[in-house]
Every structure is written in C-alpha cells, then in structure tokens.
C-alpha cells in the first residue's frame, strides 16, 4: 500500500529561505492554509493566517509556534463571504504592514447547500472567486509595492467540469452544489490568468494550483455514499502537508522557472481544461466581477 501511495504521491522539498518576506494565507486555521502557513514560516517568512474563526485562528497561531521555533505568526479577521469584512482586514495590513510578498488565496468552501454570502452573492462563486478576487484588488498597491510578488490562488480539478453560468450567476434558477463549487475552481483558474497579464509589468505574478484530492474539512458537506468512499480510499488522499506542497512550490520556486498565470500541480507546470484556457471568458468573467462588486480595476 506504502508503495502504491508513493508512486501516486510524490513528494517535494526545497531549502529555499524567506527570512524578510511577508506572507498573507487565508484559510490558515485549519487544513492546507494551515500547513502552507506552518511551512512558510519555517523558512523565516512573516505569515498572516487570514481566518473567519478567530478562535480556531489563535489556537493555529499557537500551534504554529509550538512546532516552529522563532516563527513569526499572527492572526487577522477576515470574512470572505463580507465585504465590509474584507475591506476591514485591508485596511488593518496597510496599517500594520510595510511589505506583501506573497497572497495565496487558499479559503474556500465547496459543495454547500445552498446559501448567499452578506451581500447576496451565491455562496460558493461568493467565497471562493468573489472574496479573492475584491481581497486581491484591495491589496495589489502593496503587492506592487514590495515586487517582485506572487499572488496564488487554489484551485481543483474540479475546475474541468465548470462552466460560467453569467445567466445563473446567483444560482437561483438551478442550483447544484457540484456544479457550482467547479463554476467557482473554474473561475480561480480564468482570474488567474487575466490577472498575470495586467500584473506581469509590475513585478507581480500569478499561479493557480490544483492542490489534488486532500483529506481535510473541506469534505465536510459531501453526502455518505462520498463520505464512505474517501474512507475507504482514504490512504490514497493527500494529507494536508502534501496537499500544500504545490502551493509552496510556487511560492518558493525561482520566477524564471514558473510561467505567470499557468496553472500547476504536484510541483509542476500543468494544462487547465480549454474553458481554463480561454481568453475570452477570462476577460468578461473580470468585466463581470468588477461590475458586481462595484469596482474599477483596470
């Protein structure tokens, strides 16, 4: 079984130091965020757990420390599924720090049943697209500040089976939990893309990354037929620690190694679906955005 594991999951490592960056990982609580944010700092790096459970934040923070010696961790408030929330958590970076290196967009919720975030969105296009995307937006002077830069965003193998419904985007004609969690894993990827083209020139990049099937909380809302298959296939599930390799994998790895807006998988470049690949959709998909959050981003 050991070997059958280790053939499907290869494992990774890298000395790469970061002592002197900053980092902000959202979902950091629990789970991939949690061990992306453990691994950062081990290097030296500052790291922001960016949670919407400020308890379960702090006691990350202490669990952080307890297995890194020296590390430098902190938690922030932020709610992806608020606006205010987000715009609040902003503010508090730029008031608290001078430097942002590295944004990896890692919260997310997947196949929920049916909800709006606070400002009416469909939860899961909401979260998981939305909430980065505005997160993204609020924070890009800094990152531009402190380039060179990264922004990574997660996303799924899910993503191959989305499509942008921008006549559904609320979800309120047919909902499917399924299909919308890949909507929004398909909308990572295409935000990803446009957003390395008009943030290549400023020093900043942008990966999204398909973490693979990882064994953690993010199952929670699958329903038992599911839940008794990854039981059963459990040994063959990422744990979390491998589930963030390829998330720090682009966060560590030299920029002429990794193609801005490409999209990759255990530690390496990989193809996105051909609805991940076009330019079009990724183009009208920010126009939308932006439109819905009543924003201008040039």
Avoid at 71 to 93: G, M, P, Q, W, Y
Wanted: proline share 3%; glycine share 8%.
């Amino acid at each position: 079984m050991q070997a059958l594991r280790s053939q499907l999951i290869p494992q990774w490592s890298s000395d790469v130091r970061l002592e002197g960056k900053t980092a902000i990982v959202t979902g950091a609580n629990v789970g991939i965020g949690k061990e992306t944010a453990k691994d950062l700092a081990g290097r030296g790096a500052r790291v922001i757990l960016a949670c919407r459970d400020m308890a379960r934040g702090e006691q990350a923070v202490r669990d952080i420390m307890r297995e890194v010696k020296g590390a430098k961790v902190v938690a922030r408030h932020l709610d992806l599924a608020d606006t205010k929330s987000i715009c609040l958590f902003a503010e508090n970076i730029y008031n608290n720090e001078k430097t942002l290196h590295f944004l990896i967009n890692n919260a997310g919720v997947a196949m929920c049943p049916f909800a709006t975030t606070v400002d009416g969105y469909e939860m899961q296009f909401g979260v998981n697209h939305l909430g980065h995307f505005f997160l993204t937006f609020l924070l890009l002077d800094l990152l531009k500040h402190s380039a060179p830069s990264r922004v990574i965003n997660l996303s799924s193998l899910a993503h191959t089976m989305g499509k942008i419904q921008f006549d559904d985007l609320s979800g309120d004609r047919a909902y499917h939990p399924v299909r919308a969690y890949a909507q929004s894993k398909l909308a990572n990827v295409l935000f990803t893309s446009e957003l390395a083209k008009r943030t290549e020139a400023l020093g900043v990049m942008a990966y999204s990354v398909d973490p693979g099937i990882v064994n953690t909380e993010i199952m929670r809302h699958l329903g038992r037929p599911l839940v008794a298959i990854t039981k059963t296939i459990g040994f063959l599930m990422k744990t979390p620690a491998e589930g963030a390799y390829t998330s720090i994998y682009c966060t560590v790895t030299p920029e002429s190694q990794l193609l801005t807006g490409g999209y990759y998988k255990d530690c390496s470049g990989a193809e996105s679906s051909r609805a991940g690949q076009d330019d079009g959709t990724a183009l009208k998909l920010w126009a939308v955005s932006c439109h819905m959050l009543g924003i201008r981003w040039r």
